[in-house]
């Protein structure tokens, strides 16, 4: 008995622990991207959790994005500004992010077909595994951490994505403060680290932790090491009854990381845990904002006529395996059914959360256009023929399987969460992707919006001339 007690305890110390590898900060974080060039078009992506069907379907929407008629190869893709991802999201985001409308080029086969648990220890019957589950974790980042940075981004880091001009946002989850995680500037700025020089495979692989699965990705607060100052939201958030829950929740661990009696390593799980949507950082964006027109430059502010906002939504929509009998779920299906339900309720209210403040931020940012003197457009602008302030249209939708024939979405329900998927699987959760995205009737009153008005010229004539180039889909 007690060599059996002494060969559990020994497992138990196996776990994988990551050791933090984020770097101190020497000044501060810059912007994660360049400012784009103002253009008529905004189109801003959410691409949720949900393993390598998570991936797959997100890859599914870009593909018909590009078919959009715009007079340009890549088609909407070009106009795509901002992209978050969660979990399984996070890996085409960052993706997209890192290498813009390009990164599409065999991305099927250089990572969606692949197997992305090729180095992962899997086999829920090995005793060292149940030993290093319960100690924390079972994979490290060594596993698909890696196979991410070997397979698609090859050592790229934070400072890297500011070459496409796409604002990109990574999603995790502190597990201490119960908040999302989001690997931003501002975050960065409060652990006094630098965010240029983290990895985007760390961050995905952060993102990507799902409890048990993985052991959490570590970062450590290096408070001291930097001139840090508390931005103007956080002070008000902490004072303001107004602000919101989830807004005081993160104002609060922003303080917790300034703080070494409270924080010295930040343990990072599966972002879809308190966000599966990937939209807090939309939340944060509008909190902190000096500007009626943030997110956005004041340059795209002005020239704006259209914006569409999807969320791509690729988790389960229903499990009636256990409901066909008075037994179950019971272990691990329980545990699954728990944490799906808490993840599905809390993205349902996180979207909706998001819809009310982009419909404020709409209204906010037609009042400061209309406030705009004329000297002012036609600086920002470039010209003031044919200036509206009036003419901006807001869409946003969730891109899901609720749209879908009844048949492909009872498929769909039926891909694992898991990252590795049989290609025949791949290749029908990219088809469920373009098709629940042509389904969406924001993404196609969007579409009507831009044949009905005047917005960029090359858009317009590909528009009129039939809106897609819808390619099968086999």
Known sequence: MRRALLSLLILLGCAPWNQPQNQPLQGENAPL?????GDDLYIGLAFSGG????TAFAYGMLQELQTVQTGTPNGLLDNVRLVSGVSGGSVMAAQLGLRGPQGMQGFREAFLTTDGEARMTTSALNPLTIAKGIAGGVNGRDTFGRTLDETLFKGATFADLRRTGIKTWINATDMANNTPFLFSPETFDALCSDL???KLSEAVAASAAYPLVFTPIVLQAHQGKCSYRE???LTAARYNPEATAAMRAHARALESY???DEVKFVKLLDGGITDNFGTTGLAVERARAQVPYAPLTAEEAVKLKRMLFLVANAGVSRDYDWTRKVQGPG???LAMSIATSAMAAASRSGYDSMRGELRLWESELIDWRCSLPLSDVRQLRGTTQGWDCKDVKLFVGEVSSSA???DLRDQLDAVPTRLKLRPEQVDMVIKAGRLATRATPEFNGFLA????NPVDARIQSGIAAGGRRVTPLN
């Open 33 to 37: 991207t360049d400012a784009a060039p």
């Open 51 to 54: 393993g390598m069907r998570a």
């Open 196 to 198: 240029s020089k983290v």
């Open 231 to 233: 931005p103007d939201w």
């Open 258 to 260: 300034t703080n070494p």
């Open 331 to 333: 272990g691990v299906n």
């Open 404 to 406: 879908l024939p009844t």
């Open 449 to 452: 919006s831009l044949k009905a």
